[in-house]
């Protein structure tokens, strides 16, 4: 069954916004299509007769127009299949399971017909051989199946099956692409199902996404955010004689760009990640014709890393990918490691790939709003009844579990908090933390409300834990008991009781704890490396090169922080890494935290807590009172390979420690804390903070 339709707050605006009149009114096609399956819902929504006066007199139309449009038709030819339902028509090759063809509103291709048909809308992954260089694969399938086909559905299977002679050369998976139109539907669904067999060679599986080429005639405006939206060069722009190769080679200074007034502008696909939570749609317009192309994820189940975990989305090409799976922002940590013949399956999937258009003389920018519009309706259907494949869950496969999270810190307050925001997830069972590195199974999050109450819906069968974090409180919360979910199952908790780590009194404290360095000093950029959607912007971290003004504003001596006068929204610099030298070699830095302590307990032991945000090549050496102190009070070692700094990122994984701090070492006066980040070989080496706090004693 179709899930729920939006809420009728949500409808009011949606009815009168002038966005869904463009293209075929795709909405209402939805909206009806939900009333078809569900008709004890339409005398419930023509009683709002003042809200939804436009669906009650365009209801039979529209009504009449999903049943007598042309049903999804399939066309198989020797190297070629297309499904067309009256729409749109999408070419597939036979049996590669590659997409060749788009055509749309009255364009042949809305992808690059420069591009070789292999190179367009295709399945891929980098996978290796343990020990061994990533190999990069585009999907191609050997055997091609019809698996629905009639008036209302088309699915399409494209299989690569894996057999020992194949070892070395593919990776070991069996590997499902399939293809779904619907009748009436603006668009159409794609989802995967990989699976390793018992006693198959080892690999890593570093990345896997669908990615898809448009036109670059067509595609310049792209959109991923309200605030994230603009012009964006040609990819001839970064070509050598357009463009400078700035720190890597993802980032370019465009300096002869095809449009003049992208002169002086940096290109950098990694300026434009999202983190999962927030990545739904994304994608591009064409301004001549009015159309747009939009790559719609209902679900993050599939992804790996949780919620905060970053992804890209759309960049020059004109690129849009659907990621399922990758170590951007955060290494090996996040590549999945198969060893001893580990079974493994998974359904990637379904994204949707949504396509709209407007009148001439409209403002192409509605577009947007209208991909919005349908991103909810797509969330709201999830999960999808018609996916033929047993491998994909069907809601009535599922369950639910819900609960209420507090927070107990007794030096805070002696009564227990509402964990308000608070992001709670199922994910497979481990320790507190460990969802963040898990990528090979499912996870479920969501949000609690500001009393801590919270429902995680449509989740598999199987085992999980119940994780949890609290914006405001460091730390991690597990429930302990397993949550093992059945088909139909409704687990309610209860009151579930979240102790974060705490010894005593806070002394000081620098940053907020939300697992980000947003909130410290970012500095302007170089005016020479800008990007002018981020000048005046939320996200100010995405600009290039930030890590060198350091630099620049500590020439001589490093960042020194004084509690009680410094202020960590203009005096904490929001990463610390190498300070690049004259002859361009960089050094280690230590930053200084001086603070004030009287009736120091001599016999007890304080605490420090240090959250870090991100890591790179990094490590965080701690001493007290005595900078030269041959061995440091504390260190990391070694951690992270995020590359968060580079990517402009402000957060790679979340890291926590605890730091006894013995009494004897604290004075009775100024005290200073010295943080050493000596690992300098690279730029771009270096600790994102998110928050510090040393406490004193304990007083209970």
């Known amino acids: 069954m179709l899930a729920l339709l939006p809420p009728i707050s ?3 605006g949606i009815i009168r916004s002038s966005s869904i009149k463009i293209g075929c009114n795709c909405f209402y096609i939805s909206l009806i299509r939900s009333i078809l399956f569900h008709p004890a819902t339409l005398p419930f929504l023509l009683n709002f007769a003042g809200i939804l006066n436009p669906v009650r007199d365009s209801f039979c139309f529209l009504q009449g127009f999903i049943m007598s449009s042309p049903g999804v038709r399939l066309h198989i030819q020797d190297h070629h299949v297309v499904m067309d339902n009256g729409i749109l028509q999408v070419t597939l090759s036979k049996p590669d399971g590659i997409v060749t063809g788009i055509r749309y509103n009255g364009v042949d291709n809305l992808l690059e017909v420069l591009n070789k048909e292999s190179n367009r809308g295709y399945w891929d992954l980098v996978w290796s051989a343990p020990g061994s260089k990533g190999i990069f694969d585009v999907i191609k399938g050997t055997c091609f199946q019809v698996i629905v086909q009639n008036e209302e559905q088309v699915e399409l299977s494209f299989t690569r099956m894996w057999d020992p002679s194949l070892e070395g050369k593919f990776v070991p998976l069996n590997i499902d692409k399939r293809f779904i139109m619907l009748r009436g539907s603006s668009g159409f669904y794609s989802y995967g199902i990989y699976e390793h067999l018992s006693g198959w060679p080892d690999f890593d599986l570093s990345e896997t996404r669908i990615t898809f080429k448009l036109r670059k005639d067509k595609f310049q405006y792209m959109a991923m955010a309200d605030n994230r939206q603009r012009i964006m060069p040609f990819p001839e722009d970064r070509l050598p004689g357009r463009c400078q190769t700035l720190g890597y080679q993802e980032a370019v200074l465009l300096v002869n760009p095809k449009d003049p007034q992208l002169k002086g502008e940096v290109d950098d696909k990694y300026q434009y990640s999202c983190e999962n939570i927030h990545n739904q749609v994304h ?22 890393g949780g919620p905060l975990k970053q992804n890209l989305t759309s ?25 001893g013949g580990e079974p493994w399956k998974k359904v990637f999937g379904p994204v949707y790939i949504y396509l709209n258009s407007g009148s001439n003389g409209d403002n192409p920018r509605w577009l947007w709003e209208d991909a919005k519009i349908q991103m909810m ?4 259907s999830w999960p999808y009844f018609f996916p033929a494949s047993e491998d994909f869950s069907k809601s009535d496969q599922r369950g639910n579990v819900s609960g209420r999270l507090l927070v107990l810190d007794r030096y805070i307050c002696t009564d227990l908090i509402s964990a308000n925001g608070a992001y709670v997830g199922l994910a497979p069972p481990g320790d507190a933390g460990s969802w963040q590195k898990e990528c090979k ?7 609690a409300d500001e009393n801590g109450f919270f429902t995680i819906r449509n989740v598999r069968a199987g085992d999980y834990n119940l994780f949890a974090w609290v914006p405001g409180f460091v730390g991690d919360y597990r429930f302990n008991d397993f949550m093992k979910i059945t088909s139909g199952s409704s687990i309610e908790l209860g009151e579930l009781v979240y102790e974060p780590p705490r010894d005593g009194p806070t002394l000081w404290e620098i940053g907020i704890p939300d697992r980000s360095a947003a909130e410290f000093y970012i500095p302007d950029p170089n005016p020479q490396y800008i990007n002018k959607l981020f000048i005046n912007h939320p996200d100010r971290f995405r600009q290039y090169g930030l890590w060198e003004r350091y630099a620049e504003l500590y020439p001589e001596a490093d960042l020194v922080y004084t509690v009680g006068v410094s202020d960590y929204r203009k005096d904490w610099f929001f990463a610390q890494a190498p300070r690049k030298k004259e002859d361009n070699t960089h050094q280690g830095t230590t930053w200084q935290i001086k603070f004030e302590v009287s009736g120091v307990v001599k016999e007890s032991t304080y605490k420090l807590r240090v959250a870090l945000a991100a890591a790179t090549l990094a490590e965080l050496q701690i001493r007290l009172n005595d ?3 041959r061995r440091p009070l504390f260190t990391t070692g070694l951690i992270g390979r995020d590359n968060s700094i580079a990517r402009h990122g402000i957060h790679g994984l979340y890291w926590l420690y605890h730091v006894n701090v013995p009494g004897s070492l604290l004075i009775d006066g100024t005290n200073t804390i010295y943080f050493t980040q000596p690992r300098c070989t690279s730029p771009f080496q270096g600790i994102m903070y998110d928050y510090i706090r040393l406490e004193g004693p304990p007083c209970f």
């Open 627 to 629: 900078p030269n102190a």
């Open 315 to 339: 960049h020059v090409g004109p690129t849009t990918l659907a990621m399922f799976l990758s170590s951007h922002y955060a290494g090996q940590d996040l590549v999945p490691k198969f060893r």
């Open 377 to 380: 309706n797509e969330v709201q």
């Open 283 to 304: 994608g591009w317009i064409s301004f001549n014709p009015p159309v747009g192309f939009w790559q719609i994820t209902p679900s993050d189940e599939f992804r790996s």
């Open 441 to 447: 199974d499912y996870q479920f999050w969501t949000r």
């Open 10 to 12: 949500t409808l009011s």
